[in-house]
C-alpha cells in the first residue's frame, strides 16, 4: 500500500487510532487485574460506561454535522428526574414503556429546542446550547428538587445482571469462554447501536450529514437541505440523551437533578479521542464510543496502579492530555522524519 | 552496581516473604468523590494515620486502597466497582448522593464487604453508616444565632452541595429549629458549595442585594468565605454569623476579637477524622466483634453516632486555642475528634462513650483543661 492510499486509509477509519489506544490500555489495565475479563468484572465495568457510551454516540452525530451539543449532560439530568418521576417501584410494566416513550420524546423536543435556534435562528452552537442547557438543569431541578426516587428491582436487576446464553452450550472450546456464556446486557445495547450505524452508515441522509459539517455552502449549493439536517442532528441528540439518562437511570436506580451536569465535556473528549475532530464532516460514533471506554479504563488504571491519592487527579488528566495529543504527535514526527528525509536527499 | 541490585532484590524478595508470612492482614478501600475541600484532604489523612496505629495496636497489616477524586455519582459508583474488583474486605465511604450509590452498595455487601459510611448518612442495605449526628450539628450553631438574634430579624441561609446527604440533614436540623423562632424570617438562601470562595461570593451578593440581613447561617467550609465578605462590606452593623471550626478562621475569630470585643460568632466541630472513626469501626467488625443492634439508630436504623466533639464559643476560644496551639496550626486544619479504638469497641456494643474514648487528633494525647466534654454535649442536644 503506498502512502497516499494508506492516508486515506486512516481518515476513511478514524477510529483506528482509539482501536489502538483501547487495545494499550486494556492490556495496562489487565497487567495489574487478572480478573479483568471475568464476565461479572466486566459488567461492573462497563454497565458503568453504557450512559456516557451512548451519549457520545449522539454528541459524535453533532460534531460531524459541523456543530456541538453542551447541553447533553443538562438533558440526561432532565430525562433522569422525569424517569425517577413518573417510575416508581409500583409502577406496572405498560406504564414504563409509557414512561420511557415519553421521556424519549421529551429529549427529542429539547434537541429540537438546539436545532432551531442553531440551524434556523443561526446563533453559534456553543452559546446556543450552553444557554439552553441552563433551561434544561433548571427544568431538572423544578421537577426533582432533592435527589430521590426508586425504580422497580426488576428494572434495576434487568440493567445489571449477566444475561444466560445457552445458544454455544455444546460446542468445543467456545463454551469453555465464560463471557460467551454470560453476556453484560451492556454489551448487546453497544452491538444495537453499533449495527445500526453500519446500517444507516451509507445511506444518504447520513452522507448528507458529513457533507454538511465538511463544507456547509458547498453542501447547500449542491442542493442538500443543510438546516434541515443539522436540525436532526440535534433532534437525534436529543434522543440520545434520553437513552442514556434511561441507562443511568436503570444503572443507579434512582434520581439526581445534577446526575448528567458532568458528562457533557467528558462527551465531547471521548469523541474527540475517538478520532473525530471538532471542525465536522468527518469520524464516526463507533470511534467515540471506544473513546468513553477508554476514559473509564484509565480510571480503573489509576486505581490499580495504586497511582497516590493525592495526584489521581493529575495522573488521570495528564494520561487523557497524551491520548488526546497521541494523532497529532505522531503526524508531527512522520513530518519531521520525511522532511529531514527530503533534505538528506537534496544534500546527496 | 550489580551488588547493589542483588541487595535491592534480596531486601524486596525479603519483604513479600514477610508480607505473605503476616498472620492477619486486611485490605480496605476509601471512597472519596470530593477532592476540593481541605476538610476532606484531612479525613483521608487521618484515615492513613489510624491505619498505621492500628497495625501497631493489634500487629496485624492493613492494606489501603485509597479512590479519591472529583467525580459525580457514577464516578463513584465506578470507585465503589473498582474496590470489590480489588477484593477488598472493607470499604470505607464518603457518600456523594443521598440514593445513587445504594445499587452499588448493596452489591458489596452480598459479597459479604463491609461497607461503612462514614460523614453523610445513606440507606443502603447493609451497610452502616458512622457518622456524626448532622442535623444535631446544624442545629447548636442555628439555635446559637436565634438566641444571639433575640429570637427575632432577617437572616440568609448558605448551604452546602444540595442533595448531599449531610447538607439535606443539616437543612433539615436549621429548619426544625427555624420553626421554633417565627420571628426569624429567611430573606435568602443559596448554595455555597462547601467552598470557601464560593461561600465569599454567595454572601457578597446577599449584601449587595439585601440591605436588612442580621443574621447569617453556613457550614463548614464556607463560613470563613462569608466572613470575609463581611467584614469586605465594612458594614455599620454587621450581621451575626455562624463560623466554623477550622484554624485560619480561629485565628480570623481571635484577631478580631482584639479590636472589637463585641464580635460573636460559633464553630461546631464538624471532625475530618469521621473517616479514621469509621476504619476503627471497620477493623472491629472485621476483627469479629459483634454488632448490637440496639445501638443502631438514626433515619435508616443503621447508624451508629460518634459525638459531636464540641462547640467553640467566645467562652472557651482562648483555652481551645492554647490547647491546640490554633496560632501555630496551619489555617486548613479543621478541628477533629476521633473515637479511640476502644472507643470503637464500645460503639459497636452500644455502650455510652466518654470523654477519654474521642482524641482531638490520631496519636496524640488528650488535651488537658477542655472543659467542653462529650457529655456536656449529649445532654445539651440531648434537651433540645
Not at chain 1, 443543510?226 to 442532528?233: A, C, E
Request: net charge negative; with cysteine; glycine share 10%.
Amino acid at each position: 500500500m503506498n502512502q497516499a492510499k494508506f492516508r486515506r486509509f486512516l481518515a476513511r477509519n478514524s477510529y483506528l487510532f482509539a482501536l489502538l489506544l483501547l487495545v494499550v490500555v486494556v492490556l495496562i489495565n489487565y497487567s495489574r487485574q487478572d480478573n479483568l475479563f471475568e464476565p461479572s468484572v466486566l459488567n461492573r465495568n462497563i454497565r458503568v460506561f453504557l450512559p456516557l457510551v451512548i451519549l457520545a454516540a449522539g454528541q459524535a452525530i453533532v460534531i460531524i454535522g459541523g456543530g456541538i451539543d453542551l447541553s447533553v449532560g443538562a438533558m440526561v439530568s432532565l430525562c433522569n428526574a422525569l424517569l425517577v418521576t413518573w417510575i416508581t417501584p409500583e409502577t406496572a410494566g405498560g406504564d414504563i414503556l409509557l414512561a420511557i416513550t415519553l421521556v424519549a420524546l421529551v429529549g427529542m423536543a429539547a434537541g429540537l429546542l438546539n436545532g432551531i435556534a442553531v440551524a434556523y435562528l443561526r446563533l453559534q452552537p456553543i452559546v446556543t446550547t450552553y444557554a439552553t442547557s441552563f433551561i434544561f438543569a433548571g427544568l431538572a431541578l423544578t421537577i426533582l428538587p432533592r435527589p430521590g426516587g426508586e425504580l422497580p428491582r426488576d428494572m434495576t436487576r434487568l440493567y445489571r445482571r449477566l444475561i444466560e446464553v445457552d445458544a454455544f452450550g455444546n460446542i468445543p472450546i467456545i463454551q469453555d469462554i465464560p463471557i460467551l456464556r454470560e453476556i453484560p446486557p451492556a454489551f448487546i445495547v453497544i452491538a444495537i447501536v453499533l449495527l445500526l450505524w453500519a446500517f444507516v452508515r451509507q445511506t444518504r441522509l447520513v452522507q448528507y450529514i458529513y457533507a454538511a459539517g465538511d463544507n456547509a455552502e458547498a453542501a447547500y449549493t449542491t442542493g442538500i437541505p443543510v438546516q434541515r439536517i443539522r436540525l436532526g442532528t440535534y433532534v437525534i441528540s436529543g434522543f440520545f440523551s434520553a437513552m442514556a439518562a434511561l441507562a443511568l437511570t436503570m444503572s443507579l436506580g434512582s434520581g439526581s437533578p445534577t446526575s448528567g451536569d458532568a458528562m457533557t465535556l467528558d462527551s465531547i473528549v471521548a469523541v474527540v479521542l475517538g478520532g473525530t475532530r471538532l471542525r465536522g464532516g468527518q469520524g464516526g460514533i463507533a470511534g467515540a464510543m471506544m473513546g468513553v471506554v477508554i476514559l473509564g479504563v484509565i480510571r480503573n488504571i489509576i486505581s490499580f496502579y495504586d497511582v497516590p491519592t493525592w495526584s489521581q487527579t493529575l495522573v488521570d488528566a495528564l494520561i487523557i492530555l497524551i491520548a488526546l495529543a497521541g494523532p497529532g504527535l505522531v503526524r508531527y514526527i512522520s513530518d519531521l522524519i520525511r522532511r529531514y528525509r527530503l533534505q538528506g536527499g537534496r544534500a546527496a | 552496581m550489580k551488588k547493589r541490585l542483588l541487595v535491592l532484590v534480596l531486601v524486596l524478595v525479603l519483604a513479600f516473604s514477610g508480607i505473605a508470612s503476616a498472620q492477619e492482614s486486611y485490605t480496605i478501600g476509601v471512597s472519596n468523590n470530593f477532592v476540593g475541600s481541605e476538610w476532606r484532604t484531612q479525613m483521608v489523612k487521618q484515615i492513613e494515620d489510624a491505619a498505621a496505629e492500628i497495625e501497631e495496636l493489634y500487629g496485624i497489616e492493613i492494606e489501603l486502597v485509597i479512590e479519591s477524586t472529583d467525580t459525580d455519582v457514577s464516578g463513584q459508583v465506578q470507585q465503589i466497582q473498582n474496590l470489590l474488583n480489588r477484593g477488598v474486605d472493607a470499604i470505607i465511604v464518603n457518600p456523594g448522593d443521598q440514593t445513587g450509590l445504594n445499587l452499588a452498595i448493596e452489591e458489596a455487601t452480598d459479597e459479604g464487604v463491609i461497607v461503612i459510611a462514614v460523614d453523610q448518612e445513606i440507606g443502603a442495605e447493609g451497610a452502616l453508616n458512622v457518622v456524626i449526628d448532622q442535623k444535631e450539628w446544624a442545629k447548636i450553631s442555628m439555635e446559637w444565632l436565634a438566641e444571639e438574634l433575640g429570637g427575632e430579624g432577617n437572616i440568609v441561609l448558605i448551604e452546602g452541595f444540595v442533595g448531599h446527604p449531610a447538607n439535606e440533614a443539616r437543612m433539615a436540623g436549621v429548619e426544625e429549629v427555624l420553626a421554633e423562632y417565627p420571628d426569624i424570617e429567611v430573606i435568602g438562601r443559596e448554595s455555597g458549595m462547601w467552598d470557601q470562595a464560593t461561600g465569599q461570593q454567595v454572601m457578597s451578593d446577599f449584601l449587595a442585594s439585601l440591605t436588612d440581613i442580621d443574621g447569617v447561617w453556613t457550614q463548614d467550609g464556607m463560613a470563613q468565605g462569608a466572613m470575609t465578605a463581611i467584614m469586605t462590606a465594612d458594614l455599620e452593623n454587621p450581621p451575626i454569623a455562624v463560623g466554623e471550626a477550622r484554624a485560619s478562621f480561629l485565628q480570623t475569630w481571635n484577631e478580631t476579637l482584639m479590636e472589637n470585643p463585641d464580635f460573636a460568632t460559633i464553630g461546631v466541630v464538624n471532625p475530618p477524622g469521621i473517616g479514621a472513626s469509621g476504619l476503627r469501626v471497620a477493623i472491629e467488625l472485621l476483627r469479629g466483634a459483634e454488632l448490637n443492634e440496639d445501638a443502631l439508630s438514626g433515619p435508616f436504623g443503621n447508624t451508629l453516632y460518634v459525638p459531636i466533639p464540641y462547640a467553640v464559643t467566645n467562652d472557651n476560644l482562648e483555652d481551645v486555642y492554647e490547647a491546640q496551639n490554633i496560632g501555630e496550626a496551619a489555617g486548613s486544619y479543621t478541628l477533629d475528634g476521633i473515637i479511640t479504638q476502644e472507643g470503637a469497641i464500645k460503639l459497636i456494643a452500644g455502650e455510652e462513650l466518654t470523654e477519654m474514648d474521642v482524641t482531638p487528633d490520631v496519636g496524640e494525647p488528650e488535651v488537658e483543661g477542655m472543659d467542653m466534654g462529650m457529655d456536656e454535649e449529649a445532654e445539651e442536644s440531648s434537651s433540645d
